[in-house]
């Protein structure tokens, strides 16, 4: 396993579409491990592929040490709505709010090929809508907004 070099918001990389996984094979499971290896060296709540330099449709979240991997990931359904401070490895020291849906339904992949849906919210919904995101270039920064009178968390 291997820390890899998260790539700043300042890097049109960051930007790029990620395609979808196609194989599942000894080098996804190494990308992955690499993933969290730089995730919890800095004790991060998610991470996408594209943040460390790999156009692949995966994401992994660490939420109150719940520990998931997503792969090809396609949110289903969505519900609610919430409004966090959010921040992101790839724009360090900046928080701000974000409107999310309270809760979302997402169908994904496990690193072996494994399909599954998971249904969460609030901040682990928070988290993979964020990572999800990322998968198609868009940040967080994006998406900043006042959060209506008295809805702030
Ligand atoms: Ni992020």
Same mark, same amino acid.
């Given at each position: 396993?291997?820390?890899?070099?998260?790539?700043?918001?300042?890097?049109?990389?960051?930007?790029?579409?990620?395609?979808? !996984?196609? !194989?599942?094979?000894? *080098?996804?499971?190494?990308?992955?491990?690499?993933?969290?290896?730089?995730?919890?060296?800095?004790?991060?709540?998610?991470?996408?592929?594209?943040? !460390?330099?790999?156009?692949?449709?995966?994401?992994?979240?660490?939420?109150?040490?719940? *520990?998931?991997?997503?792969?090809?990931?396609?949110?289903?359904?969505?519900?609610?709505?919430?409004? *966090?401070?959010?921040?992101?490895?790839?724009?360090?020291?900046?928080?701000?709010?974000?409107?999310?849906?309270?809760?979302?339904?997402?169908?994904?992949?496990?690193?072996?090929?494994? *399909?599954?849906?998971?249904?969460?919210?609030?901040?682990?919904?928070?988290?993979?809508?964020?990572?999800?995101?990322?998968?198609?270039?868009?940040?967080?920064?994006?998406?900043?907004? !006042?959060?209506?009178?008295?809805?702030?968390?």
């Amino acid at each position: 396993m291997a820390i890899r070099e998260i790539v700043p918001y300042t890097d049109k990389f960051i930007r790029k579409q990620s395609k979808p !996984v196609t !194989v599942f094979d000894d *080098k996804l499971a190494e990308l992955l491990d690499d993933m969290w290896e730089t995730l919890l060296s800095v004790n991060g709540a998610g991470l996408s592929a594209v943040q !460390v330099g790999v156009l692949k449709r995966a994401f992994i979240i660490n939420i109150n040490n719940m *520990k998931m991997e997503f792969i090809n990931p396609v949110i289903i359904k969505k519900s609610g709505e919430q409004y *966090k401070q959010e921040g992101c490895l790839s724009v360090p020291n900046t928080y701000n709010y974000v409107k999310r849906p309270q809760t979302v339904t997402i169908v994904a992949y496990d690193r072996y090929g494994n *399909k599954f849906t998971f249904t969460c919210e609030d901040w682990t919904a928070v988290c993979v809508s964020h990572e999800y995101d990322h998968l198609d270039g868009i940040l967080f920064t994006d998406k900043i907004c !006042v959060p209506p009178k008295g809805k702030a968390e």
